[in-house]
């Protein structure tokens, strides 16, 4: 019997890297999982990578309409979430005095609204003793050049796991954060040059960057009842960048 057996899991930002290997993972150990992304070829592909008990809705988690979309959608065809997994975000770098208002509303309405609105949503339908993950980003534990705006927009998360561990006692819902560090993902390509690369790599004890699967593997952790007295907690999983 998988970790997560008859459990529904639902995870956003899902069409790629490590929240796509997450959702492979949930249903190898035996959850539906609900899956959103915002392109919806690549949330096509995202499902039939998957293959099986996955649900694909399409929708921008800092659109609170399509949040609603995304819920309802999960309501009408499992009633109930076992698992919420907040995981869609994105950043841009943007260095102290070049820094545009459009930079800043980008990130912070997708990495801090979009989170906050995803698991408010989410509340009514999460069952007692659920779990919810947000991801994090190691960016904000470190004094990255250039990254003020993405680190600040990730800071926010393990406040709000505070906060909400505190406030979801009675239902025994537990709030985590998951915080990777560098990641090859499509993301991390998309903003990176060779020398950026090989400048993260340069502080990682192992000297390469994490794979998607090593992530997803602690997200199982935290969905699961293998975690079951972690709550409120950020945790880092970086290589132990951010130890030395």
Same mark, same amino acid.
């Given at each position: 019997?998988?970790? $997560? ?14 929240? @796509? /290997?997450?959702?492979?993972? &949930?249903? %190898? ?13 690549? @949330? %096509? =592909? ?5 293959? #099986? ?21 999960? #309501?009408? +065809? ?19 005095? +070049? ?5 800043? =509303? ?21 069952? %007692? ?12 534990? #470190? ?13 926010? @998360? ?8 505190? !406030? @979801?006692? =009675?239902?025994?819902? #537990?709030?985590?954060? $998951? ?10 390509? /998309?903003?990176?040059?060779? !020398?950026?690369?090989?400048? &993260? ?11 998607? +699967? ?6 199982? &952790? ?15 999983? =970086? ?6």
């Amino acid at each position: 019997m998988g970790k $997560l057996e008859g459990k529904v899991a639902v995870i956003t930002g899902a069409t790629s890297g490590m929240a @796509l /290997a997450g959702a492979k993972l &949930f249903v %190898d150990e035996g959850a539906h999982v609900f899956i959103q992304g915002r392109r919806q070829d690549a @949330l %096509d =592909d995202a499902v039939a990578l998957v293959g #099986r008990n996955v649900t694909g809705v399409q929708g921008d988690s800092a659109n609170l309409a399509d949040l609603d979309r995304l819920f309802e959608t999960v #309501r009408r +065809e499992r009633g109930s979430i076992d698992v919420l997994w907040a995981s869609a975000g994105a950043g841009a770098q943007g260095k102290l005095g +070049e820094i545009t208002e459009e930079q800043f =509303d980008a990130a912070f309405s997708l990495n801090a609204k979009g989170t906050l609105f995803t698991v408010q949503k989410a509340l009514p339908l999460l069952v %007692d003793g659920g779990s919810i993950i947000m991801t994090g980003s190691n960016a904000s534990l #470190r004094g990255y050049p250039d990254w003020s705006v993405y680190a600040g927009s990730k800071a926010v @998360l393990p406040a709000y796991a505070r906060v909400w561990t505190s !406030e @979801l006692r =009675d239902r025994k819902i #537990r709030v985590n954060v $998951l915080t990777p560090g560098q990641v090859s993902s499509p993301m991390m390509a /998309a903003v990176m040059t060779p !020398e950026l690369k090989a400048q &993260f790599e340069s502080v990682i004890p192992r000297r390469s960057m994490g794979q998607p +699967e090593e992530i997803a593997s602690v997200a199982l &952790f935290l969905a699961s009842d293998d975690s079951s007295y972690v709550n409120g907690q950020e945790l880092v999983v =970086d290589g132990g960048t951010t130890v030395i």
